[in-house]
C-alpha cells in the first residue's frame, strides 16, 4: 500500500506486553496488551519462555491493528521498548532459543557475588557500568549460563551464541534483523557496557566468560534495526521497519515528556522505577544508576536512576498466592475504605532491598499484627510501602545531586489506583500527576518509530493527550515524617532477618 500513516510501538516487559498504535497526528488508533507467564522451576528461579515472549507480542500487535482497523502495509516503522536485565539467548545459526530467558527477579546467581567481591577490577565496576554489580544482571546470568548450562557454553565455545534483551530477539523471532545490534540503553542493561568508554569493558567480558562475538552492536536509539514480518488477524502481513529501541524504563521517561534537566517520573510494574533526566552528562555517583537514556542524532543524553525491588509481582503475590482480594480494583477498594494501616507495617523486601540500603538478603516482613488488622489494613499498609520506598529514592537523589523533583509523574499498574497516588503524594510531600493517557512507554516506542520514519521531529513531537489528574500531598508534615521514621525500624528488621539464610547451592548441568 503506498500511503503508510501509522506507527506501531510495542512494549515488552517483565509482566507482559503491549502494542499501540498511533496515527500520523499522534491519535490513539489501537492498543492490546497480553500479560506473561513466568516460569519458577526452582524457588529464587524465575524465568520466561522465548517463543511464548515472541508469540505474545505477534498477538497484540494484530489485536491493536484490529482496534485501528488497519492494514499492515499502512503501518510506516515500529518502535521496540524492551525489558532489561532479562538476557535471551539463541543460537546464530538456527536462530532458535538456546535456554530460557532469565528475568531480572531470579535470585540464582547470589552465589557468585562473593566470587565477583574478589575480582581485581570488582573496585571499577559501577564507575564503568553505571550501576553496581548485583545478582538481577544480565551479566550475571550469563556468567552462571556459561558455567551450568552445557548448551549456552557449547554455542559459546563455536561462535554460536547470541546474548540480547528481547527487543533483539523479538526481530530474530518475528521478522530479520539488520545485523546483532541493541540501542547504548539495552546494550548498557547487558550489564557488560562500559559507558565511560562507549565499548564493552573486555576485563569484565573475560571474567563473565562471554565472547564479545555473542553481543550485540550498540546503536543509536534511532536507527535501521531491520524488520518485523506483522500479520494481522486475517493473515495478511507486511515487513515493518524497525526504526526505534529502547528500554522500557527509558521510554517510560520519554513518553511522560520527561526531556528537560530535572525532570522525574516513577513507572510502577512489576517494580516501581524512578528515573530523573539528566542531560548530556553522565555522573558518577554512589547511589544512583547513571543510565544512556536517548539518543536522537544530536548526542547521547542521560538519565539516573533507582528502583524499588518489587512491586506488582507482590500485589499479585497478595491476591494469587495469599488470595487476600480477587482483582486489583478491590484492593483499592480494600485500601480506601480505612484511613490508616492500623499500624501494620509491611516491608515486601521478596527479593531484597534497593537504594538506599541495597541488601539483597534482606527479605520481607509484615509488623504490627493484631486480631483487628483485616484485609484492608494490609492492602493499605502495600501501598504505603511504595510510597515510603520512593521517599528513600528522591531523598538519596537530593543528597547526591541537589536535583529536587517539584513533581513526580507516575504511570504503570498502580498508578491506575486513586488511592495508592494520593498515598504517594501524602507520604512524599509533594504533588503526584498521572497523565490520563497512561500506555507511556509504548506511546513512546511509537513516538520514536515516528521521528525515526520521519513523521515528525523532535521539536514538534505530539503532545501528551488528556492532561493529567494531580493528587496533592494532604498529610501533615509531623505525621507523614513519623511514619517514614518506623518504615525504616522495619527496614532494618528485613534486613537483619534476611542475614540468616543460607543461599541453595546450584548443581552442575
Not at 537504594?355 to 484492608?376: C, E, F, K, Q, Y
Request: charged share 20%; net charge negative.
Amino acid at each position: 500500500m503506498s500511503r503508510r500513516p501509522f506507527l506501531l510501538g510495542v512494549d515488552q516487559g517483565t509482566s507482559g506486553s503491549r502494542a499501540i498504535i498511533l496515527d500520523d497526528e499522534g491519535g490513539l488508533r489501537g492498543y492490546a496488551y497480553r500479560s506473561l507467564p513466568r516460569l519458577h522451576p526452582r524457588p529464587d528461579w524465575v524465568e520466561q519462555d522465548p517463543d511464548v515472549v515472541a508469540a505474545g507480542v505477534a498477538q497484540t500487535i494484530a489485536e491493536a491493528m484490529a482496534m485501528a482497523g488497519c492494514h499492515p502495509g499502512e503501518i510506516a516503522a515500529v518502535g521496540l521498548a524492551s525489558q532489561r536485565n532479562t538476557d535471551f539467548v539463541w543460537d546464530a545459526g538456527t536462530g532458535r532459543p538456546l535456554a530460557h530467558a532469565i528475568t531480572w527477579q531470579d535470585m540464582r546467581t547470589l552465589p557468585l557475588m562473593d566470587e565477583f567481591a574478589a575480582w581485581p577490577g570488582a573496585a571499577d565496576a559501577r564507575y564503568r557500568l553505571g550501576y553496581p554489580v548485583a545478582p538481577y544482571m544480565a551479566s550475571l546470568h550469563l556468567a552462571w549460563r556459561l558455567r551450568h548450562d552445557a548448551a549456552v557454553r557449547a554455542a559459546a565455545q563455536d561462535g554460536r551464541l547470541r546474548v540480547g534483551q528481547s527487543a533483539a530477539w523479538l526481530i530474530q523471532a518475528l521478522g530479520r534483523p539488520n545485523g546483532h545490534r541493541l540501542d547504548r540503553s539495552l546494550a548498557q542493561a547487558t550489564g557488560l557496557y562500559d559507558l565511560r568508554a562507549d565499548r564493552y569493558w573486555a576485563p569484565w567480558l573475560e571474567w563473565v566468560g562471554v565472547p564479545a562475538s555473542a553481543l550485540p552492536a550498540a546503536s543509536p536509539t534511532l536507527a535501521d534495526y531491520g524488520h518485523l514480518t506483522v500479520r494481522d488477524a486475517s493473515g495478511r502481513e507486511a515487513a515493518v521497519p524497525v526504526r526505534a529501541m529502547i528500554g522500557d524504563q527509558q521510554a517510560a521517561l520519554f513518553g511522560h515528556d520527561c526531556r528537560h534537566i530535572g525532570d522525574a517520573d516513577c513507572t510502577h510494574g512489576t517494580a516501581s522505577y524512578v528515573k530523573i533526566f539528566v542531560g548530556h552528562e553522565a555522573p558518577a555517583l554512589d547511589q544512583m544508576d547513571t543510565l544512556y537514556a536517548w539518543d536522537l542524532g544530536e548526542g547521547q543524553t542521560h538519565c539516573l536512576e533507582a528502583q524499588t525491588t518489587v512491586t506488582g509481582a507482590v500485589i499479585r503475590w497478595l491476591r494469587e498466592q495469599m488470595h487476600l482480594f480477587d482483582s486489583y480494583p478491590e484492593m483499592d477498594r480494600l485500601a480506601a475504605s480505612v484511613p490508616d494501616a492500623g499500624g501494620v507495617l509491611f516491608v515486601p523486601a521478596f527479593t531484597g532491598l534497593n537504594v538506599p540500603v541495597n541488601d539483597r538478603r534482606a527479605r520481607g516482613v509484615i509488623l504490627g499484627l493484631s486480631l483487628g488488622t483485616t484485609t484492608a489494613h494490609l492492602s493499605r499498609a502495600m501501598l504505603e510501602a511504595i510510597a515510603h520506598q520512593l521517599r528513600a529514592i528522591l531523598e538519596t537523589v537530593a543528597a547526591e545531586t541537589g536535583l529536587r523533583p517539584a513533581q513526580l509523574l507516575v504511570g504503570g499498574g498502580v498508578a491506575a489506583s486513586d488511592i495508592a497516588c494520593q498515598i504517594q503524594a501524602d507520604l512524599l510531600g509533594l504533588p503526584v500527576l498521572r497523565p490520563a493517557f497512561t500506555e507511556t512507554t509504548a506511546r513512546a516506542a511509537a513516538l520514536l518509530a515516528g521521528l525515526g520514519a520521519g513523521t515528525w521531529t523532535a521539536a514538534a513531537l505530539p503532545p501528551l493527550p488528556g492532561g493529567h489528574v494531580a493528587f496533592s500531598p494532604a498529610v501533615p508534615a509531623a505525621r507523614r515524617d513519623a511514619d517514614y521514621a518506623r518504615w525504616q525500624e522495619g527496614v532494618a528488621l528485613a534486613q537483619r532477618w534476611g542475614e540468616h539464610e543460607v543461599p541453595a547451592t546450584v548443581p552442575e548441568n
